[in-house]
């Protein structure tokens, strides 16, 4: 990505992700037990909902996928809290307005996290057009999910290898 206010929001605001409709999880190691395969798929599903947003570039269904107190750690673009990570996503669409994130195959990782969630973690592409041709790059993630009374959210996420 040649731009350089667009690679900064693109590195210092996004963690994490798949294509609105394409995303096909990396199915979990044969005997796993039956409640860590569910929690694979509760985290592949969450990731294709809160990327179906990002793809779809609402803010407001983006951010309802983060909790009041997240805490963003960018390699580049260093902490955000919620409002700053907010700001930043409205900020990468209107500049961005083609860009989109898909979840690159084979990389989804779920791990549980006792009495608290799961740990996500992966490898995702972000696109846009750059003077007319596809801009693209990688970047990995670990997101951290709370589940509390059934609702999960995001309460850390570190995006790095920009």
Same mark, same amino acid.
């Given at each position: 990505?040649? #731009?350089?206010?667009?690679?900064?929001?693109?590195? =210092?605001? %996004?963690?994490?992700?798949?294509?609105?409709?394409?995303? +096909?999880?990396?199915?979990?190691?044969?005997?796993?037990?039956?409640?860590?395969?569910?929690?694979?798929?509760?985290?592949?599903?969450?990731?294709?909902?809160?990327?179906?947003?990002?793809?779809?570039?609402?803010?407001?269904?983006?951010?309802?996928?983060?909790?009041?107190?997240?805490?963003?750690?960018?390699?580049?673009?260093?902490?955000? #809290?919620?409002?700053?990570?907010?700001?930043?996503? =409205?900020? %990468?669409?209107?500049?961005?307005?083609?860009?989109?994130? +898909?979840?690159?195959?084979?990389?989804?990782?779920?791990?549980?996290?006792?009495?608290?969630?799961?740990?996500?973690?992966?490898?995702?592409?972000?696109?846009?057009?750059?003077?007319?041709?596809?801009?693209?790059?990688?970047?990995?993630?670990?997101?951290?999910?709370?589940?509390?009374?059934?609702?999960?959210?995001?309460?850390?996420?570190?995006?790095?290898?920009?």
């Amino acid at each position: 990505m040649r #731009n350089p206010l667009v690679i900064f929001w693109l590195l =210092a605001i %996004l963690c994490g992700p798949t294509a609105y409709g394409q995303h +096909t999880p990396h199915k979990p190691a044969p005997g796993k037990p039956a409640a860590q395969n569910e929690l694979y798929q509760t985290v592949a599903r969450l990731d294709t909902e809160m990327f179906a947003a990002f793809n779809a570039h609402d803010v407001d269904k983006l951010m309802a996928y983060f909790a009041d107190n997240v805490e963003f750690y960018h390699d580049k673009g260093g902490l955000s #809290n919620f409002a700053q990570t907010k700001a930043g996503f =409205a900020r %990468l669409f209107a500049q961005s307005p083609d860009i989109t994130r +898909t979840l690159v195959p084979g990389t989804l990782e779920v791990y549980p996290v006792k009495d608290y969630g799961a740990m996500h973690i992966a490898t995702q592409r972000f696109c846009h057009l750059e003077n007319g041709r596809p801009d693209c790059g990688n970047s990995k993630f670990v997101m951290v999910w709370q589940q509390q009374a059934g609702i999960w959210r995001i309460t850390r996420v570190v995006s790095y290898d920009h």
